[in-house]
């Protein structure tokens, strides 16, 4: 036998496979509803004016000497404010670890390397469903996964008894993984009340919640809010991971740009597993790039580019909601007899629609629309499409 000839075919990516199948598609009037990014009225990638502000603010500064660590530790300082609020305790106090990640990709994956090097026998609990990344991240870190009920396909919407109960009889001291904000697939988020019941419970369980916020801003288009519930968690006295990714909202997608942290007991604790994480990044990719995180870092402490960041962020969110109202009304305008509700009370840059596998390929095949397996739609605007759409869900809301 030959050197790899027992390599094979690896399985397809859920979700690049879509793009792929997209690609390779002849006809003109195919539309990708697959690939998770914002784009404009065009379907083209959108440049947020405070990203150009800030690359232009740091054009000149000496990239190649930026390695440096307090570049990297000012980074962290300001994505854990971001995450953790400006006045947080855990920030005052110094007692909190991170390092700078290859988005929120990378973010994840960092935690679960550390998962595994200090509770090698311990699991992660994932919600049902979630990005499909998540399951093969911790597979690929030599962590079992087990799930958790979460999305209700019957009511679209929070399985939330299910959920408390999987908490409750999931062995103590066990690892969750959580969706703070927009839940990728789902679009569907506990409320304020129900955080408060879930932190409780982790306190009752001593569970160790990691958060995974690759949408902060994108659930409210108030990027606060809509790190509630981590602040929920902070204020009830949980240590917590955190894993934050500006791929969505500041579309720096291609700079990898994300940060994952660990809170800890005492600044002591810290410096420990911070130094843990940093041997971790170094036997596997040395250092992260510099250009994203000072670009990030520009814009967190410019008075005027958060303000505008925050502009941009809030316009996104305000046009995906618009969409969605269009959405639900063109639904409702074919006189179904079907509840359309979930498509405006979901919230982020997907629609969670419910329709079957096979009614995926059916789009797919007939109408050239593109979506992943499990029916999640990137909201997006695209009046000419709306047509071969509206020829479709007559036969779809007719069921
Ligand atoms: N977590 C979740 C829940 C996501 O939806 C995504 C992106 N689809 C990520 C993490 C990672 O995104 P990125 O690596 O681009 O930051």
Redesign the pocket.
């Known amino acids: 036998m030959g050197w790899w000839d027992h390599v094979l075919l690896a399985p397809k990516d859920p979700?690049t496979s879509v793009t792929e199948a997209f690609l390779s598609d002849q006809s003109p009037f195919k539309l990708n509803l697959g690939v998770?990014a914002y784009r404009d009225d065009k379907g083209k990638p959108v440049i947020l004016e405070c990203v150009r502000r800030a690359a232009e603010k740091i054009s000149c500064c000496e990239i190649l000497e930026s390695t440096k660590a307090t570049t990297k530790s000012k980074f962290v300082q300001d994505c854990v404010k971001l995450a953790y609020g400006n006045h947080s305790n855990v920030v005052g106090e110094g007692r909190f670890a991170g390092v700078p990640a290859?988005?929120?990709?990378?973010?994840?994956r960092l935690f679960a390397e550390f998962q595994k090097r200090f509770y090698p026998d311990s699991q992660m609990f994932l919600p049902m469903p979630?990005?499909s990344?998540?399951h093969d991240i911790w597979r690929d870190s030599q962590v079992c996964t087990r799930t958790y009920r979460y999305y209700d396909p019957n009511s679209k919407g929070l399985q939330f008894q299910a959920l408390m109960n999987d908490i409750k009889n999931a062995p103590g001291r066990s690892f969750f993984l959580l969706?703070p904000c927009?839940?990728?697939?789902t679009g569907v988020d506990p409320n304020y009340e129900q955080w408060k019941e879930i932190s409780h419970i982790f306190k009752i369980k001593n569970h160790f919640p990691f958060f995974?916020?690759?949408?902060q801003g994108i659930a409210s288009g108030d990027l606060e809010r809509d790190a509630t519930a981590i602040r929920i968690f902070l204020e009830d006295g949980h240590l917590l991971g955190c894993?934050q990714?500006?791929?969505?909202s500041m579309g720096l997608?291609g700079h990898?740009?994300?940060c994952v942290s660990i809170v800890s007991r005492d600044e002591k604790q810290a410096t420990a597993i911070k130094s843990q994480l940093q041997q971790i990044v170094r036997a596997m990719y040395s250092s992260s790039p510099v250009h994203g995180p000072l670009l990030v870092s520009t814009i967190l402490n410019d008075a005027d580019l958060k303000a505008l960041w925050e502009e941009e962020v809030k316009f996104m969110v305000d046009r995906l909601i618009r969409m969605r109202i269009t959405l639900r009304r063109t639904l409702e305008e074919l006189n179904s007899s079907a509840s359309w509700e979930h498509i405006t009370k979901q919230v982020g840059m997907f629609y969670f629609s419910g329709l079957s596998p096979e009614e995926v390929h059916q789009l797919q095949r007939d109408f050239h629309i593109y979506m992943t397996i499990d029916g999640r739609i990137r909201v997006r605007r695209n009046g000419c499409k709306i047509g071969s759409l509206r020829e479709y869900l007559p036969h779809l809301v007719s069921k």
């Open positions: 979700i998770g290859l988005s929120g990709t990378g973010a994840c979630t990005w990344n998540h969706h927009a839940h990728n697939p995974d916020m690759a949408y894993a990714s500006f791929s969505k997608y990898r740009v994300g």
